[in-house]
């Protein structure tokens, strides 16, 4: 029996916290068998951590704008995502963006429309059963329907996805 090698594309701005970045060649090691690729901001607010990193698309690092709608708000998303997505066309997309952001509702519908084979899974820590107003609620529901599976942070936000009618697969914390 054969085993398919799979792209594997995590989006984040987790990388952009001090000494987050440097775990990268530590899923890369640990995902061998598969091809492993990132796509971080270049800057967070003034925080311009990955202008100190060249993107290095040969070892599967590529950086994108973040733009703010409003400032320090949900309402941020990637340049040039699309031109990415198709380049690296991945068979699993890893988000940790919360579902109610709106770069998860780009993600999900930019992969739903042009990667429609490709599986998607969101990471969230939320453990605050909150009503999101116009235009997040939208981008939530979209992100629940879109996403293949959810991986709860938490027990909390475990609880949130099921309070929310999140009815797919889903899984406790796998970081520990």
């Known amino acids: 029996m054969e085993i398919s ?11 952009l916290i ?17 091809s492993f690729s990132i796509i971080v901001p270049k800057k967070l607010g003034n925080v311009p951590y990955m202008e100190d990193y060249q993107e290095e698309a040969d070892a599967g690092v590529y950086t994108s704008k ?14 040039h995502l699309l031109k990415l997505l198709i380049k690296i066309k991945p068979d699993i997309i890893y988000s940790e963006e919360e579902p109610w952001y709106l770069t998860s509702f780009q993600i999900c519908l930019l992969s739903k429309i042009f990667l429609p084979k490709t599986k998607i899974i969101i990471f969230t820590w939320e453990n605050i059963c909150r009503k999101n107003k116009f235009p997040l609620n939208l981008f939530e529901k979209f992100s629940y329907y879109a996403a293949s599976k959810f991986i709860a942070g938490n027990e909390g936000a475990k609880g949130v ?10 899984e406790k914390n796998l970081k520990k």
């Open 161 to 170: 996805l099921i309070k929310k009618g999140y009815n797919k697969e889903y």
């Open 66 to 79: 973040l733009v703010f709608l409003k400032k320090n708000s949900p309402l941020a998303f990637f340049t």
């Open 18 to 34: 001090p000494g987050a970045y440097e775990q990268y060649p530590l899923f890369k090691k640990y995902s061998k068998d598969n």
């Open 5 to 15: 090698t799979k792209k594997i594309l995590m989006i984040s701005r987790v990388f």
